[in-house]
């Protein structure tokens, strides 16, 4: 009997492999197969298609077309891509020093970097690129333009671009540029530091290391850890922070995948910097990944009160996985998930409804309920939700429309180009009467558009030209009224709006580190952190249980 039931286990072992072994060559055949397809599919496009067509351009976009309903972090590279993917993990490449904006065909100057290239050669914020080196830039493709731009540090490149209507040209050299992740640190008052870190690059933790240190030895007694606006970055460097701050040893962070070797769980390497120091962390509704390791690490461990509005919610993993000829493919691997056990991730792609587009969020199905080291509650469902909520009430979809536009930026610099010069940076402020003029700006503007307004425009530019002179009159009333509705709405977030303009201001004129010096002064969740440090019953009261 005993044998019979050896040899039944053996020829059920026998049957499972033999099944698992089909299932993959079954899978490996249709991928196989599908390669095929598109080979030969190719091969004749390539040689009969009446007009002369781009290989490289056609395959990146079928490849990209190829993953865009998988999740929007699961891309492929190519050789220019991954250049460029380089430079943001690396934080540093051979250029001018400047912030540039490649969404159209002329590149437009976002920010320069202070004491770089294109800071010392005098270009600005605002200045539009449209030559690099002779090579007139709408006449060749967006990604080749970055390209021009990059170079070996003490190369010569020459530049003309279009000023408010003015050609100017600048001879300069590229430089080695280093993008440092901790644009400003410095003291609140005489005992609270403050350090903003802006992304996880590869020098992150070194730069936080270093800012925390020449704050200590300044005496600072407590911190403030600003995340507002980090997109993420480095997995190993949010470790590396969170270490500071938590002992040796302790779970940082731990992943979950398909391939059992990419499932990790991640712990404190080193000995931290403090155990002590009281610390807030502010974060909003634009930190994502490691700036939510970081949170949701030093949150569920009670070493700090975590304030602001609630995360982006992005706890998902990826790798980059060689391809070839040097083009690459960034794969979402894992979800990340707190110490308590919370999963980071809010929206689930994988349940993606493909006729509307809508992506549902986990919460839709409930959240779930963990507890912090202290037996505080804390909750899933996407993001990390702070100790104390500010920045309240959601903004209107005119407000987010024309935050996403280019309106505000395409203000600021005609405000810098009609004002040499402002009050010193700790005192400068947007007034009220800015506002008004920024709202005049706003009726000739033709980057800020509702989705009401295009529709309108394009149910008008389908009607019969003769049509269109008798109802002109009618339609230029009806468009009028729409602007001035738009404009009235986002009156409602006029202090928001205020804010976010005085900072691009700012940046054109005292630079990035010009920012956080004003903010230092007038940001109310920067004051409001610093009454919860100085309240120390506060403070433990909010980390503790009851």
């Known amino acids: 009997m005993k044998k019979y039931v050896h040899k039944k286990t053996i020829l059920i072992a026998l049957v499972g492999v033999v099944f698992i072994s089909f299932s993959f060559q079954s899978k490996f055949f249709e991928v196989a197969k599908q390669l095929e397809i598109y080979t030969t599919l190719f091969k004749?496009?390539?040689?009969?298609?009446?007009?002369?067509?781009?290989?490289?351009?056609?395959?990146?976009?079928?490849?990209?077309?190829?993953?865009?309903?998988?999740?929007?972090?699961?891309?492929?590279?190519?050789e220019q891509d991954v250049e460029a993917a380089k430079i943001r993990r690396e934080g540093e490449y051979g250029g001018i020093g400047a912030s540039i904006n490649y969404n159209q065909k002329e590149p437009l100057i976002i920010s320069v970097y202070k004491g770089f290239a294109a800071d010392k050669a005098g270009i600005k914020p605002g200045d539009v690129i449209t030559k690099i080196n002779g090579q007139v830039l709408k006449e060749i493709d967006i990604q080749d333009t970055s390209t021009l731009l990059l170079g070996v540090p003490d190369s010569p490149v020459s530049l003309e671009v279009n000023r408010l209507g003015k050609t100017i040209k600048f001879d300069l050299k590229r430089?080695?540029?280093?993008?440092?992740?901790?644009?400003?640190?410095?003291?609140?008052?005489?005992?609270?530091?403050?350090?903003?870190?802006t992304r996880f690059s590869d020098k992150a933790s070194s730069e936080v290391k270093k800012a925390f240190e020449s704050l200590k030895e300044d005496g600072i007694k407590s911190l403030i850890l600003d995340l507002r606006s980090n997109p993420g970055g480095s997995l190993l460097e949010s470790i590396r922070i969170s270490n500071f701050f938590l002992p040796k040893g302790k779970v940082i962070v731990s992943t979950k995948a398909k391939v059992k070797k990419w499932s990790n769980t991640y712990t404190a390497r080193s000995n931290p910097l403090d155990l002590d120091i009281p610390i807030v962390v502010l974060i909003n509704g634009r930190s994502a990944s490691a700036s939510e390791i970081v949170t949701g690490a030093l949150q569920d461990y009670d070493r700090a009160v975590v304030m602001g509005k609630r995360s982006f919610g992005k706890g998902l993993v990826q790798r980059y996985r060689e391809l070839?000829?040097?083009?690459?493919l960034k794969v979402t691997i894992s979800k990340y998930y707190?110490?308590?056990?919370?999963?980071?991730?809010?929206?689930?792609?994988?349940?993606?409804?493909?006729?509307?587009?809508?992506?549902?969020?986990?919460?839709?199905g409930g959240i779930?309920?963990?507890?912090?080291?202290?037996?505080?509650?804390?909750?899933?469902?996407?993001?990390?939700?702070?100790?104390?909520?500010?920045?309240?009430?959601?903004?209107?979809?005119?407000?987010?429309a024309l935050l996403r536009s280019r309106a505000l930026f395409n203000y600021a610099v005609q405000f810098t180009s009609k004002t040499p010069q402002i009050k010193p940076v700790k005192e400068f402020i947007?007034?009220?009467?800015?506002?008004?003029?920024?709202?005049?700006?706003?009726?000739?503007?033709?980057?800020?558009?509702?989705k009401q307004e295009l529709s309108f425009q394009k149910a008008y530019a389908q009607v019969e030209n003769s049509q269109q002179k008798r109802i002109r009159k009618n339609y230029t009333g009806v468009l009028d009224a729409l602007k001035s509705s738009k404009i009235?709405?986002?009156?409602?977030?006029?202090?928001?709006?205020?804010?976010?303009?005085?900072?691009?201001?700012?940046?054109?004129?005292?630079?990035?580190?010009?920012?956080?010096?004003?903010?230092?002064?007038?940001?109310?969740?920067?004051?409001?952190?610093?009454?919860?440090?100085?309240?120390?019953?506060?403070?433990?009261?909010?980390?503790?249980?009851?």
């Open 44 to 78: 004749e496009l390539n040689m009969y298609y009446v007009n002369e067509i781009n290989p490289a351009e056609i395959t990146t976009r079928a490849l990209k077309n190829t993953l865009k309903d998988l999740d929007p972090y699961t891309t492929y590279f190519n």
């Open 338 to 364: 707190t110490p308590s056990g919370r999963c980071i991730q809010e929206l689930d792609y994988a349940n993606r409804d493909l006729k509307t587009g809508k992506v549902p969020k986990f919460s839709d």
């Open 368 to 400: 779930n309920e963990f507890t912090t080291q202290n037996g505080r509650k804390v909750y899933d469902g996407g993001g990390i939700i702070p100790d104390i909520t500010t920045e309240k009430g959601e903004l209107n979809k005119e407000t987010i």
């Open 175 to 197: 430089e080695k540029i280093e993008v440092n992740p901790v644009p400003f640190y410095g003291k609140v008052d005489n005992e609270t530091g403050y350090i903003v870190l």
């Open 324 to 328: 070839s000829y040097g083009t690459q």
């Open 430 to 450: 947007f007034l009220d009467t800015e506002f008004k003029n920024f709202q005049n700006f706003l009726k000739t503007d033709t980057t800020f558009v509702t």
């Open 488 to 546: 009235n709405a986002i009156g409602l977030h006029k202090e928001h709006i205020k804010n976010q303009l005085k900072e691009i201001i700012l940046d054109h004129y005292y630079y990035e580190e010009g920012v956080y010096q004003n903010k230092l002064k007038f940001d109310k969740t920067i004051q409001d952190a610093v009454k919860i440090l100085k309240n120390k019953s506060k403070y433990n009261q909010i980390l503790s249980a009851n």
